[in-house]
Every structure is written in structure tokens, then in C-alpha cells.
């Protein structure tokens, strides 16, 4: 048997190439800080690992998510409070009325500004986050709301999921019962809803169904359209409550109306505002606890008492030319809307401080993802991961080695005469 350099250097080469791919798998060792490179090195921690890192992946996908679920519900925070702002502001303004009994150029200046307040409601509750309305519930692409020029007729837009054309809610404010019948006025919202199909249901405060419970009854119809409307919810799983208990997650969408209202969607599917039933004597009866049904709510909220007390100004203004005038209707108006305004601040107060609880929860369960996140990072790197300091020395070990090899190669010995015999 005769040793030629070719054999030699074949099998130089298949041992320098063994050498060197070990040096490879140091160095994706040291850069990637992984211990192994695929599943078969060790499949029970490669198992472990991929667990780890679905956990780490949610992990990451709620933070991003939390992040643009903040940033609407704060703008949903500074639209109540705006909301709060202007109601309070109006009420002042009311007070003051209802004590200056000087001429009509005072009461009028106040009246332009009471509805200048309107429409500051209303552009609050159209407020946009990035493309969408804070204010819409789930539909997030339609304006919700606009007001009429004189501020008694509030429209309310809404697309309810699967249709593909918005719902109107037409709610005008007029005076359902005068002075000295009623002490003060009563003013009431009609309410007349327009369906995707032109279908029309329509409630009049002054001639309220005559059954509450009659589910074909067009006034019915049209408050269980609206509380549909203000049932819907929007909850979203940010690492706060159980995917498997959806009323445990956070309700990140809050309606226009359910903020005029002070009703919350939990509120109104626990049956607040709910229409009336009827108790064994066949009596109408409010499953609302504070026995209000939708319309009372609406009649009570900011736009209507600020546009009450416009339309009050508005008559006492327009009977100058009466001799007999006096302000008793006003001021009893005025003084009522005064009280009706602190409870309605209270409940606009109620819906703000629930944005304010939402915004805490999410800012609680970041510092938790935080945390997570960092004891997800320690989880895989025990598994997967490897020594980083034993990973270096074994690079700088296949290091060397490499060199070694290289130089054996050169220093192999020349061709002999047994290279050129045949």
C-alpha cells in the first residue's frame, strides 16, 4: 500500500472542514445566543422553548395593542370631560339668569351662548382619534352626531355590525306640557328612527305608547333600537381579565349617547333605561332601579337642558310685547334645570371617572406585560439560550483550532516521486 500527498490532503480536507464547521456553529452560538441550532439537538427543550415563545409573542402583540387602546380611551377621558366642563360652565351661566331681573339684552347675550354651548357638546362628542370616532361604539367610521342650527334637534348616525348603511335617530326637543299645567314647562325629546331599509318607527312624548310592553309598538320599536345602539361593546383582550370570561376584558368603546345619558353599556344591559314591563296587576312597571326609561335619561342629559333653557329664554323673549308678562314660568324652568343640571353632572361625572378607571387598569396591566416580558426572557434563555460566557470560550477553542489545522496544511509534506509513478 502506497501513501501519496493526494490522500493526505484528502483527508486534511475532510477534517479541517469538520473543524471549521464547528467554528460556524460557535460563532451562531455567540450571535444568536442560542445553545442549539434545530429541534434535534434537544427536542424536549426545543418543545419548552416554542411554549415560551408563543408566551413571549402575546406578549409583544398586546404591548403594541395596548399602546392605540390607551391613546383612544384618553381621548374618550378628555371628551367627557369636556363635556363636564361645559355643562358646569352652562350652569353658572343659568344661575345668573335666574337672578338678573333686569331687561331681555342680558338674557339674549346669554341665550347665543348657552347654544354656542350645544354645539362645543357636540363637537366634543365627534372628537376623532387618529381615523376613527371615539365616540361611535362600534361603528368607528360614521360622524355620530349633528345639531340644528337653532340646537333643538340632535341627529344621531349609527351602523350596526353587518349592516351596510347607518341608522338615524332623529331626536327633536319640544314642549310636551306648558305652564301652569306643568310647573315648570316640560320639554321632551320625540325620537323618530330611519333604518338601513327606510323603515320608520317613531315616539312622541306626548302621546307615549299606551302599552310599554307591546313589542310591535312603533314607540317601543324605536327606544329598543336606541338601547340596542347603546348596549354595544367593545371588549378587547390586553392582558387584563380572561379570554375565556369576555365580561372579565375591557370594554375599550363608549357610545355619544351612553355619555349624554350617563348609562355605561354594562349599565344599560343591566337594565337601565330599559322600557317599562308590567307587575302582576298588569301596572306599568321600570325595571330601571330609579324607574327612568331611555327617554327620561335623554331628556335629562346636557343638550336638553341647555336647549330647554334656550327655548324658555326664547319665549319669554318673544312675549315682550305682552303687559302682562312676568318671569315665574322662566325662573321655575330655570330653577328646575338648575337642579336637573347637578344630577346629570353627577352622572356625566360617573362616565368619566369610569374612562378614568379604564385608563389606570391599562396603564397597571403594561407595567405587568413589562414584567412578563422580562421573566419570559429569563424562562427562554435557561431552555434555549446559551452560556454566553462558555460560548465564547468554545469560539475562541474552534478558533485556534481552525488556525492549527491551517497550518498543518501548509506545512504537509511535498510531492514525493511515488505522486508521479503510474
Not at 355590525?161 to 320625540?190: H, I, N, Q
Amino acid at each position: 500500500m502506497r501513501v501519496t500527498n493526494g490522500a493526505t490532503y484528502r483527508n486534511f480536507t475532510t477534517g479541517a472542514n469538520s473543524v471549521h464547521a464547528q467554528l460556524i456553529k460557535s460563532y451562531n452560538k455567540v450571535s444568536s445566543g442560542e445553545a442549539y441550532e434545530k429541534a434535534s439537538d434537544s427536542p424536549l427543550n426545543y418543545y419548552n422553548s416554542q411554549k415560551i415563545d408563543s408566551r413571549y409573542q402575546d406578549v409583544i402583540g398586546k404591548q403594541a395593542l395596548i399602546k392605540d387602546v390607551q391613546n383612544r380611551i384618553y381621548q374618550q377621558e378628555l371628551g367627557a370631560r369636556d363635556v363636564q366642563s361645559i355643562l358646569s360652565k352652562a350652569k353658572d351661566q343659568i344661575i345668573y339668569a335666574n337672578t338678573d331681573t333686569t331687561n331681555d339684552t342680558p338674557l339674549l347675550s346669554l341665550r347665543d351662548d348657552l347654544l354656542q354651548k350645544e354645539h362645543e357638546i357636540v363637537n366634543a362628542l365627534n372628537m376623532q382619534y387618529q381615523n376613527f370616532y371615539v365616540f361611535g361604539g362600534n361603528d368607528i367610521s360614521t360622524p355620530p352626531f349633528a345639531l340644528s342650527g337653532d340646537g333643538t334637534t340632535i341627529t344621531y348616525t349609527h351602523t350596526f355590525p353587518g349592516a351596510s348603511k347607518p341608522t338615524t335617530f332623529e331626536m327633536k326637543l319640544e314642549e310636551t306640557k306648558p305652564y301652569p299645567d306643568a310647573d315648570p314647562t316640560e320639554y321632551g325629546f320625540s325620537l323618530k328612527v330611519t333604518t338601513p331599509d327606510n323603515t320608520t318607527f317613531e315616539y312622541d312624548p306626548k302621546n307615549p305608547p299606551a302599552d310599554p310592553t307591546d313589542p310591535n309598538d312603533q314607540g317601543n320599536q324605536a327606544q329598543a333600537l336606541l338601547l340596542k345602539a347603546m348596549k354595544e361593546q367593545g371588549r378587547m383582550d390586553v392582558g387584563y381579565g380572561s379570554i375565556r370570561d369576555h365580561d372579565t376584558l375591557i370594554d375599550t368603546y363608549t357610545g355619544g349617547v351612553n355619555l349624554l345619558t350617563g348609562l355605561t353599556s354594562d349599565a344599560v344591559k343591566g337594565g337601565a333605561g330599559n322600557l317599562c314591563s308590567k307587575d302582576a296587576a298588569g301596572n306599568p312597571l321600570a325595571t330601571d332601579s330609579s324607574g327612568k326609561s331611555i327617554m327620561d335619561y335623554l331628556n335629562e342629559s346636557p343638550l336638553a337642558l341647555i336647549s330647554r333653557s334656550v327655548q324658555a329664554i326664547d319665549k319669554y323673549v318673544g312675549d315682550a310685547d305682552n303687559p302682562d308678562r312676568d318671569r315665574t314660568e322662566l325662573n321655575h324652568l330655570l330653577s328646575q334645570t338648575i337642579t336637573d343640571m347637578v344630577t346629570t353632572e353627577h352622572r356625566v361625572s360617573a362616565v368619566y371617572s369610569d374612562l378614568g378607571n379604564k385608563y389606570r387598569l391599562l396603564e397597571d396591566t403594561t407595567d405587568k406585560l413589562s414584567l412578563e416580558k422580562n421573566n419570559l426572557t429569563e424562562q427562554y434563555t435557561d431552555v434555549w439560550g446559551a452560556d454566553p460566557y462558555e460560548a465564547i470560550v468554545e469560539m475562541y477553542n474552534s478558533q485556534q483550532a481552525y488556525n492549527a489545522a491551517l497550518k498543518v496544511g501548509t506545512n504537509l509534506m511535498s510531492s514525493s516521486l511515488f505522486d508521479f509513478m503510474r
